[in-house]
C-alpha cells in the first residue's frame, strides 16, 4: 500500500501497544462545540471536482492525556475520565512521558476532509441500470446485492414499524437472509431464485407473507468484470409493503462504532478522527448514545485487530484515538474480514440505533470470502448499518466492496474526494449526482438521520 505524507502537525504520542479484547465500559462525561461548514454542488461521476471547499471553522480538539506507567509495565491507567478501569496490553507498552507527566498532543485544525454521499438503495433503478449495462459486476469478494428485495412494514395504523426482525426463506423454511427494518420501516434482504416467504417477527409475535420475485436481465460482458466477480441473470426490483399489526417500536437508544484502518496510508483518515471525534460525539451527546472506537491492520503487523466496548466517556475514547498511530501495511488486502467479524459480534443491544463507520481504504484478502460474508450477514441480521469511508488510493473493487457492505445492511456509503487537497488522489465512484461536504457534516447528518 502506498503511504501518504503525514500532515506536519503530528502527534507527538507515537508508541502503542497492541491491545486483546474490549476495554470495560466506565463512566459518561459531557462537553459542547461549536462549527460551521459549507457545501457546494457537485456534477455527476467523471465531472472535474472545481475548486476547493470554503475554509471550514476549526473544531479544535484538546488532546491532552496523562498516563501513569508502572515499573513493570504490565498494566497502562488512563488517568482522566477513565474511572479506575486499567486497560491490559498483551505486552510491555512504552508510554510517554517516563515521569508520568502530562503530554500535549499536537492535532491539526479540524473539519478539513471533504467526501460525498450515495445510497443505492434510495437510488435502485440507477444502480439496477449500471449492473445491466455492465459498468459495474457483482460478485464482490461473495457479496452480491444485486438481487434485491426491499420490504416496507407498517403498523395497522400505516405508520411505519421500526425494529421489525424480517426474514426471506425458501420453501422448506430454510432462511435466505434476515436484517432488521429501519425508522422507515424498511428492510433490504438478498435472495436466491429459491425465495418463496417473508417472515416479520416482533416480541414474539410471527407472520408469513408469500413473496414473488421480480427481476431485469444484466449483461454477462461487462469490462468490470474480474476473477472476483461472475455472470450473474438479474438484479432484483422486488418491492413489497406488508402491514403487520404488532408494529414496530422506535429507539431512543444509539450505539455508534467507527472502525478505522490502522495501517500507513491512512493517516490523514486517522487525524481526522483525531482530531474531530469529541466534536463529533459532543455533537451527539451521551443521552442514550454510547460509542466505540476499533482499529485493524493486517498479519504480519503490530496486530491484526484492536477492539474496545462500548462507553460514554467521549475523554477516554478520544485518548484511545490519539494514542493510535497509522502504520504498517504495505500491500493493498489488510484484515477487513477479521475487524468486521469482531466487531458485528460485539456487544450490540437489541433494539438500538446501530451505525458502523468503516474508515478505510483497502479491500479484503479474497481468502477471507467466508468469514467476511458471515460477519456482513450477522450485521444485517442484528440491523448494524455499515456506512463505508473509502479513502484515498482506493481501487474499484473497494469501492464496489464498500457499496455492497452498504446496501445489504442497510447503510449509506461515503467517499472522500479531493476538494480538500489533502493526501492522495481519492477515486472518483460510479454513481449519480451529489454533494461535496466536509467529512463531519456527513457523519453528523448521517447518525440524526437514522436514530430519526
Known amino acids: 500500500m502506498k503511504t501518504k505524507a503525514i500532515i506536519s502537525s503530528i502527534l507527538t504520542i507515537a508508541v502503542l501497544a497492541s491491545f486483546a479484547g474490549c476495554a470495560a465500559q466506565v463512566n459518561e462525561t459531557a462537553a459542547t462545540v461549536d462549527g460551521s461548514g459549507s457545501v457546494k454542488s457537485y456534477g455527476t461521476a467523471g465531472d472535474t471536482a472545481g475548486d476547493a471547499a470554503d475554509e471550514y471553522a476549526p473544531r479544535a480538539t484538546e488532546g491532552a492525556a496523562e498516563f501513569n506507567k508502572s515499573e513493570t509495565a504490565k498494566s497502562l491507567t488512563l488517568e482522566e475520565g477513565a474511572a479506575g478501569e486499567d486497560i491490559a496490553p498483551t505486552e510491555p507498552a512504552e508510554v510517554p512521558p517516563a515521569d508520568g507527566g502530562s503530554t500535549q498532543t499536537s492535532l491539526p485544525e479540524a473539519g478539513q476532509l471533504t467526501a460525498g454521499e450515495w445510497k443505492d438503495n434510495a437510488n435502485w433503478g440507477f444502480f439496477t441500470n449500471l449492473v445491466a449495462s455492465g459498468k459495474i459486476g457483482f460478485p464482490v469478494y461473495g457479496l452480491d446485492p444485486t438481487d434485491r428485495v426491499m420490504i416496507t412494514v407498517k403498523d395497522g395504523e400505516g405508520k411505519p414499524a421500526a425494529n421489525v426482525h424480517a426474514e426471506l426463506t425458501d420453501e422448506g423454511g430454510s432462511v435466505l437472509w434476515s436484517g432488521v427494518t429501519d425508522y422507515q420501516g424498511k428492510v433490504y434482504l438478498f435472495s436466491s431464485d429459491s425465495a418463496k416467504n417473508v417472515v416479520l417477527e416482533r416480541d414474539g409475535k410471527k407472520e408469513s407473507y408469500p413473496v414473488e420475485l421480480q427481476g431485469v436481465e444484466i449483461s454477462d460482458d461487462s469490462d468490470t468484470q474480474t476473477n472476483n466477480q461472475k455472470e450473474n441473470k438479474k438484479a432484483g426490483t422486488t418491492e413489497m409493503e406488508l402491514t403487520f399489526e404488532p408494529g414496530g417500536k422506535k429507539s431512543d437508544d444509539a450505539q455508534i462504532m467507527f472502525i478505522v484502518d490502522a495501517t500507513g496510508s491512512m493517516s490523514d483518515e486517522m487525524l481526522f478522527l483525531q482530531s474531530e ?176
Open 277 to 452: 471525534f469529541s466534536a463529533i460525539a459532543r455533537e451527539i451527546g451521551t443521552d442514550n448514545t454510547s460509542y466505540s472506537v476499533n482499529f485493524y491492520r493486517d498479519e504480519g503487523d503490530d496486530y491484526v485487530t484492536k477492539c474496545n466496548d462500548f462507553t460514554k466517556d467521549i475523554d477516554l475514547l478520544q485518548k484511545l484515538l490519539n494514542y493510535e498511530t497509522a502504520t504498517g501495511g504495505g500491500d493493498t488486502p489488510e484484515a477487513v474480514a477479521q475487524i468486521l467479524d469482531e466487531t458485528m459480534n460485539s456487544s450490540w443491544s437489541d433494539d438500538s440505533v446501530k451505525l458502523a463507520f468503516l474508515i478505510f481504504d483497502a479491500p479484503p484478502h479474497e481468502e477471507d470470502v467466508k468469514q467476511l460474508d458471515a460477519a456482513i450477514a450477522q450485521a444485517a441480521k442484528k440491523g448494524i448499518r455499515i456506512i463505508p469511508v473509502v479513502s484515498s488510493n482506493s481501487e474499484r473493487e473497494t469501492e464496489l466492496f464498500g457499496r455492497a457492505a452498504a446496501i445489504m445492511t442497510g447503510g449509506s456509503y461515503v467517499f472522500l474526494t479531493d476538494d480538500s487537497n489533502i493526501g492522495d488522489s481519492h477515486l472518483e465512484p460510479i454513481i449519480g449526482d451529489y454533494k461535496v461536504e466536509k467529512l463531519y457534516d456527513i457523519i453528523i447528518r448521517l447518525i440524526n438521520e437514522y436514530r430519526q
